[in-house]
């Protein structure tokens, strides 16, 4: 898929080993650089799996239309489909087979906010 960020800063703390740990620690950054690797891999977001460890899942409420996998509880990373229009289902759900590309909103605790 194509990855988008919705910052530079963003993007570099993503893309940067050293930005990266320093924005998350060691082990945090490790996670969110494999997620973000197994994004770029997949051909469609059909393909990351809604069990653990991405976990991938449909965010609610405020957040609707977005996604989140884990990352290291209770952080996420949270994307949203990056294209002129949401492919959807006949029951109204998003066709994951056919987004290809992604926008990065960020990592973060989005519980008990």
Partial sequence: MELH?????LEKSCSVERESVRMW????????????????AAE?????S??????LHPLSGDR?????????HPFRL??????????CLADGG???AKITAIRILGVEDYHGR
């Fill in 64 to 72: 609707d239309g977005q996604f989140a996998v884990d990352v290291q």
């Fill in 5 to 9: 960020f919705k910052s530079r800063k």
């Fill in 44 to 48: 469609s977001l059909a393909v990351i």
């Fill in 94 to 96: 998003v066709d994951k």
């Fill in 78 to 87: 949270v994307f949203e489909p990056y294209q002129d229009e949401i492919p």
């Fill in 25 to 40: 620690g060691a082990e945090r950054s490790r996670v969110v650089r494999r997620r973000l690797a197994e994004l770029a």
């Fill in 50 to 55: 809604c069990l653990p460890p991405a976990r």
